[in-house]
């Protein structure tokens, strides 16, 4: 059902930088739950390295030429 999301998306952003961020969105995100629900490791630079992703889809969004 969430792909419905990824279609629209598409509609004002280019296809490559919609999944780029729906990947990223879906990374973080488990590994958010990881931490949160399974006990997964909390290390400051496994946090950094998700602060980087994070950084990365803002950039990817903010730097995507608006579709018409």
């Known amino acids: 059902m969430g792909w ?3 279609a629209l998306a598409t509609r004002t952003i280019p ?7 729906w990947v990223g ?4 995100g488990t590994a958010i739950y990881g931490s949160l629900f399974l006990g997964e490791d909390r290390s400051f630079m496994r946090v ?21």
């Open 48 to 68: 950094m390295c998700f602060v980087l992703i994070i950084s990365g889809i803002v950039g990817l969004k903010a730097l995507s030429p608006a579709r018409d």
């Open 4 to 6: 419905i999301y990824l």
């Open 15 to 21: 296809v490559g930088t919609a999944y780029a961020v």
């Open 25 to 28: 969105i879906g990374a973080v």
